[in-house]
C-alpha cells in the first residue's frame, strides 16, 4: 500500500526558514498530483502547495514567494522549502495526493514560528 511520509517540522523565529520532506512510496511521485496541507488549532485543513506529476507547482496566495515545492523523483520524496516564515504559519503540516485521499493522511510534522 502506498505511503506517505512527513518529516522536518520544527521551532523557528519569524523570517527564518524550514524546509519538510515527504517521502512516498515507489510510483506514487509518477501517479499522483501531491500537496502540503496545513492545518493549525481552531482552522479547517488547507492546501497551501501543490506539485503535478509533471513537476509544475501551484501555491495558495498566503505562501506564493515564500513558499517553494520541489520533488526529487529518484529519493522519491517531495520538499516544502518554507522561507520568511510568519507566526500565521505556525500548524501541522501534511502532504497527501491533490486531491487528498483517506489512505495517505499521516501524523504530519509540526510547525512553530515564534515572533
Known amino acids: 500500500q502506498a505511503q506517505l511520509m512527513e518529516s522536518g517540522g520544527g521551532l523557528v523565529q519569524a523570517g527564518g526558514s524550514l524546509k519538510l520532506s515527504c517521502e512516498a512510496s515507489?510510483?506514487?511521485?509518477?501517479?499522483?498530483?501531491l500537496g502540503w496541507y496545513r492545518q493549525a488549532p481552531g482552522n479547517q485543513r488547507e492546501l497551501v502547495a501543490s506539485?503535478?506529476?509533471?513537476?509544475?507547482?501551484t501555491y495558495t496566495d498566503a505562501v506564493k514567494g515564500r513558499f517553494t515545492i520541489s520533488r526529487d523523483v529518484a529519493k522519491n520524496t517531495v520538499y516544502l522549502q518554507m522561507d520568511s516564515l510568519k507566526p500565521e504559519d505556525s500548524a501541522v503540516y501534511y502532504c497527501?495526493?491533490?486531491?487528498?485521499?483517506?489512505?495517505?493522511w499521516g501524523q504530519g510534522t509540526q510547525v512553530t514560528v515564534s515572533s
Open positions: 497527501n495526493s491533490n486531491p487528498p485521499s483517506r489512505h495517505f
Open positions: 515507489r510510483n506514487v511521485l509518477a501517479k499522483y498530483f
Open positions: 506539485i503535478t506529476n509533471r513537476g509544475i507547482p
